[in-house]
């Protein structure tokens, strides 16, 4: 068996690479850069989904897709730039797939599509992709197209299973995903201010787990949620205050000053400073509109197990202490900005 892993550098995407070697598969990584710690075993290649040559260079020979490349946070300086990783790339990458008659493809998508969003009632149970325009921004549109695209080549004939994580955390994020990047502000900030909101945290390696899984066992054209435990945003940060010993003075904030101080912010950004904000409005709203997704599903028809997550949580914390003792966050990772993915 010989699979190729598109984002195989990422948080998830290393994980799942290690377990596939670790099952004796053969394995070939695309990605932007190669990681700061490859494997031996593994072929890496670097470059962009939206080289279309490259991309055919990629699937030649491979058995298994496993598309886990997008472009993630909720701002650019060009905010089209969602739209031609996440939507064109998969597309590139399908119709390489597709040419190769590679046999299985997984198309890993996000939750955040999944909320009930002003005008997508029912989208999160449906056999179909939700509506990209109910999406709450670029990003999510973005991630919502994508899915649609790979939901239509399942439709056509192609043999395509979609894996959705929620928030996935875990020792050796090296690069900081949004869900360690919430983690590690709330763990310098003395006084934390926070927009309460339902968060549905699952370890990596249970993540890595179900893709595997969804490949093996998946229906053609099913949509799979893989995540943990949900929890209030408020009992995280009880729990990380317990586990960690810092003491913090925790203060909510509404949702709808949270979303107006957003986009001030982003206003900003987008027309005097051009550098990442601390906040986004579409962050915001994904956080209002979060709410805990069943993973009956993958239970039932994969088998999925995923454990609980609070000795995973004392795990990252202790990966997030030990990695920069004592250096405070920068300040534009903010929880308005990185709660929500």
Not at 59 to 76: E, K, N, T
Not at 149 to 155: K, N, S
Not at 179 to 205: G, I, K, T
Not at 207 to 216: P, R, Y
Request: glycine share 8%; aromatic share 6%; net charge neutral.
């Amino acid at each position: 068996m010989k699979v190729l892993v598109t984002g195989g550098s990422g948080f998830i995407g290393h994980h799942l690479v290690s377990a596939l070697v670790t099952r004796g598969v053969e394995v070939r990584v695309l990605d932007i850069r190669c990681p700061t710690h490859m494997i031996t075993e593994v072929e890496y290649l670097e470059g962009s989904v939206l080289d279309a040559g490259l991309v055919r260079q990629a699937v030649a020979g491979v058995d298994q897709v496993y598309h886990l490349a997008g472009l993630p946070g909720m701002w650019m300086p060009d905010r089209e730039d969602f739209y031609r990783v996440n939507c064109l790339g998969t597309e590139t990458v399908l119709a390489a797939a597709r040419a190769s008659r590679v046999r299985r493809f997984l198309h890993c998508s996000t939750e955040s599509i999944l909320f009930d969003y002003p005008g997508s009632a029912g989208a999160a149970s449906a056999a179909t992709a939700p509506p990209a325009e109910a999406m709450p921004g670029a990003y999510t549109r973005s991630k919502a197209l994508a899915e649609a695209r790979a939901m239509a080549a399942a439709a056509d004939g192609f043999p395509v299973v979609i894996g959705t994580p929620t928030m996935p955390i875990g020792p050796h994020d090296s690069n900081l995903t949004p869900p360690s990047q919430m983690l590690r502000h709330f763990l310098d900030s003395r006084v934390q201010l926070y927009l309460d909101f339902v968060v549905n945290l699952v370890d990596v390696r249970d993540v890595a787990t179900g893709l595997i899984l969804a490949m093996e066992r998946g229906k053609v054209g099913g949509r799979y949620v893989f995540g943990g435990e949900s929890l209030r945003l408020s009992r995280i940060l009880e729990l990380m205050a317990a586990i960690s010993g810092r003491k913090h003075v925790a203060i909510s904030v509404p949702g709808r000053l949270a979303e107006l101080s957003a986009g001030m912010l982003e206003f900003i950004s987008d027309h005097l400073t051009k550098q990442t904000p601390s906040g986004t409005a579409e962050g915001v709203r994904i956080a209002r509109s979060a709410s805990d997704l069943s993973i009956d599903r993958a239970k039932r028809e994969l088998g999925y197990a995923p454990r609980p997550i609070e000795p995973t949580l004392r795990e990252t914390i202790a990966f997030l202490l030990d990695a920069e003792p004592g250096k405070r966050l920068d300040e534009k990772q903010h929880p308005f900005r990185t709660a929500a993915e």
